[in-house]
């Protein structure tokens, strides 16, 4: 299975961007697909995920509100919508996807993608 995130770059603060991820090798409709982020220096920290339905979707505090995950599963795909974007937004995302949870710590995740850079500049 490979996810092959995209759409990053350079926005200004307060800019939109979206990215999304798609699927290939393995049709991934029952599984829970979501974000995380890696900010230079930092750990990896969890961003958002949705259940194979599209509902129950959960974010982390620091981007309820501003970012919004959605799911098309005809497309084998995940997006992540963020609006209002701060600096401390600027990180390499990466999607993710779990046959059964998506833990938060990122633990046990069955597939990763390579990540996609969004800089948000002051």
């Known amino acids: 299975v490979q996810l092959q995130a995209s759409g990053g770059g350079l926005v200004q603060a307060g800019g939109s961007v979206r990215l999304s991820c798609a699927a290939s090798?393995?049709?991934?409709?029952?599984?829970?697909m979501g974000w995380f982020r890696q900010a230079p220096g930092k750990e990896r920290e969890f961003v958002a995920r949705?259940?194979?339905?599209?509902?129950?979707?959960s974010y982390a505090d620091s981007v309820k509100g501003r970012f919004t995950i959605s799911r098309d599963n005809g497309e084998n795909s995940v997006s992540l919508q963020m609006n209002s974007l701060k600096p401390e937004d600027t990180a390499v995302y990466y999607c993710a996807a779990d046959r059964v949870v998506l833990s938060t710590q990122g633990r046990g995740v069955d597939y990763w993608g390579k990540g996609t850079l969004v800089t948000v500049s002051s």
């Open positions: 949705t259940a194979w339905r599209g509902d129950n979707a």
């Open positions: 090798g393995r049709t991934l409709t029952r599984y829970v």
